[in-house]
């Protein structure tokens, strides 16, 4: 089977692009739509580097084949600031010193806009039970859990509605 | 290299491209690894993503899960609270949005946490392939997998009664971590003393295996600190332990009689 046309909704926006048979989502995300956010690591699934939001539900783009989520949603750390103002989360992350090499931030950014969105008010528990797919090779977990329990306290400080609960999983 | 990534919009179409080679996908968690890194064994992929297998049913007391439902539908169902906390031990919530059910009961141990408890539950497999569709024990599925072209569409499994499911997961780390050891039952008792017991193990043996010595021991006796030590001692006969990055073959061995007992008794 030839290349093909795929068709995206990346960060609002309707994308197409070319995609040779089983090209990740991470792969076009990085190579043909220049959204580097999401980095390349151990393309196993295992280190949680690639996390973007599919459908509004985390996922590891390395392991996502992209002609399974045509026309499906995406969105990528790009999408979470608005008009160049950082949101909560992001703006938690760096008041906290949450974010040392940066290498893993990308992911746990959308892993903590996923779990916010569903739950304004997490536990400490559910934040770990949350990031548990993400490694940061700096061990520096306490302060990237300590910034996602203040952004979900500015969040409900500044009156931010949840985010539409995500009702269909990934596979839909 | 991947020359085609099929798509079917329903299970005969599936069983079409698999008959002729397709290799069926769940949701990618262990295929694409693979692909990722150029050992892929096959050249076309059969996505199950839109085969409509993803939905799943708990009525009369019985569950019917389609084998493409992620992990974190069977997590969030209201009619499946008993596997939460088995859900939960598995992999990460991110992983669990992609992997599936059906994938789960072909992953090589020490993953499939998911497998262990429908072999404890006495699921059935419900399979389709070039001859059309058949059912066959999950326990057969584990031990020897599905014929050249087959695939699982759905398993399904009757709820235990309040009170007779029993799950506990060793593991390295608290979250996200493979299997030292899995234990999952369904054990009923009356006056104490156990009436019948089906008890799985994870981690201990290449398959989800049942532990039957132990279930032989546990029968018509009380769910006692020494009764269950016997029986994890005898359970070690049901077992062919591995080692692996995360234990070795004889911790396993040592430390199942523990776990077997923090199952049923903490």
Not at chain 1, 131 to 138: F, Q
Not at chain 2, 14 to 23: T, Y
Not at chain 2, 57 to 76: F, M, N, Q, T, Y
Not at chain 2, 84 to 95: C, E, F, Q
């Amino acid at each position: 089977m030839p290349s093909q046309i795929v068709s995206l909704v990346v960060n609002g926006e309707p994308r197409e692009f070319i995609a040779r048979p089983g090209t990740t989502l991470l792969t076009i995300l990085r190579e043909s739509l220049g959204l580097t956010a999401a980095k390349r690591g151990c393309a196993q699934g295992s280190c949680g580097t690639c996390t973007v939001l599919v459908d509004d539900r985390p996922a590891t783009a390395c392991l996502v084949a992209v002609e399974t989520v045509a026309d499906h949603s995406v969105r990528t750390l790009e999408g979470v600031a608005s008009d160049g103002n950082l949101d909560e989360v992001q703006s938690s992350f760096v008041d906290n010193f949450a974010t040392q090499c940066g290498f893993c931030t990308a992911g746990m950014i959308m892993v903590a806009e996923a779990l916010l969105d569903r739950d304004p008010d997490p536990s400490e528990e559910d934040v770990i039970e949350a990031i548990s797919g993400n490694v940061c090779r700096c061990t520096g977990y306490r302060p990237i859990v300590i910034a996602i329990l203040d952004a979900a306290r500015r969040r409900r400080e500044a009156g931010v509605e949840p985010g539409r609960p995500a009702e269909e999983a990934v596979s839909r | 290299m991947i020359q085609a990534v099929h798509l079917p919009e329903s299970p005969e179409a599936a069983a079409v491209h698999s008959a002729r080679g397709g290799w069926i996908m769940g949701g990618g968690t262990v295929v694409m690894p693979l692909v990722n890194s150029g050992a892929a064994i096959r050249n076309e992929l059969v996505s199950l993503r839109r085969a409509g297998l993803a939905g799943i049913e708990v009525r009369d007391g019985v569950a019917r899960i389609g084998a493409a439902a992620p992990l974190s539908s069977v997590k969030e169902h209201p009619g499946l609270g008993f596997l939460r906390p088995a859900l939960r031990t598995i992999a990460s919530p991110t992983i669990r949005n992609l992997a599936t059910v059906g994938g789960n009961l072909f992953v090589a141990q020490p993953y499939g946490d998911l497998a262990v408890c429908l072999l404890a539950l006495g699921a059935t497999c419900e399979i389709t392939g070039p001859g059309g569709r058949r059912e066959a024990p999950v326990a057969d599925v584990l031990a020897s997998g599905v014929a050249e072209g087959e695939f699982v569409t759905a398993v399904v499994a009757a709820l235990p009664e309040p009170g007779t499911w029993y799950y506990h997961k060793a593991m390295r780390r608290r979250l996200n971590s493979a299997s030292i050891v899995t234990v999952a039952s369904v054990t009923h008792t009356a006056d104490g003393v156990v009436t019948s017991t089906r008890t799985a193990l994870g981690g201990v043996a290449p398959r989800p295996v049942r532990a039957v010595s132990a279930e032989r021991l546990m029968r018509g006796r009380p769910l006692s600190p020494e009764v269950l030590t016997e029986a994890g001692q005898a359970a070690r006969a049901d077992t062919a332990p591995f080692d692996d990055a995360y234990a070795s073959a004889w911790y396993r061995s040592r430390v199942l009689p523990v776990h077997l007992r923090r199952a049923f008794i903490g």
